[in-house]
């Protein structure tokens, strides 16, 4: 029963980064927006001390953009599989434990892109935090949390 309990918490998050890459390439102008205007720092306090950071270059914006939804891709793509191998061998622990590293390279890729992109680049750097009108910050530490607990928990002994 536990391991199913795993195997489908890493679908689920293979599910909700398919979601989020589905709603990129069907909306890829919103995604651009929220990128620029995040790279821009136009909903910051606008420090000017501050403003040099921002990036206000198109083929910037959409390169940022492009890698954020190739990871989640990557991500998705990755925890899909594992969850299909961990599902396949979850009648027996020692393949079960095998099919454990793909997810947590799946895992790893998510949870490196929403620390990373969004926790690390997007509120230090872009100065996100001071943002009341574009504040994807919870929504990333939720999805890192996310990753990171499920993670954990599939290294637990079953």
């Known amino acids: 029963m ?3 309990l795993k195997t489908l918490l890493v679908a689920g998050m293979a599910l909700v980064l398919t979601l989020a890459v589905l709603g990129n390439l069907t909306m890829p ?30 083929v910037l914006i959409w390169a940022a953009f492009g890698l954020i939804v190739l990871s989640e891709a990557t991500s998705a793509a990755l925890s899909w599989l594992a969850a299909a191998r961990l599902w396949r061998s979850r009648g027996e622990k020692q393949q ?20 990373i992109a969004f926790l690390v680049i997007a509120q230090e750097y872009f100065l996100m935090w001071q ?8 929504d990333a530490f939720r999805l890192f949390a996310s990753a990171l607990l499920i993670a954990l928990w599939l290294g637990t002994d079953d």
Not at 31 to 48: C, D, I, L
């Open 2 to 4: 536990i391991r199913t």
């Open 29 to 58: 102008h919103t995604g651009y927006a929220a990128v620029g205007t995040a790279m821009g720092m136009q909903t910051t306090y606008r420090n000017p001390h501050a403003m040099w950071r921002a990036i206000q270059n198109p």
């Open 96 to 115: 079960f434990n095998a099919a454990k590293s793909t997810a947590y390279l799946g895992l790893g890729v998510a949870a490196c892109l929403y620390f």
């Open 131 to 138: 943002s009341t009108k574009l504040n994807v910050l919870q």
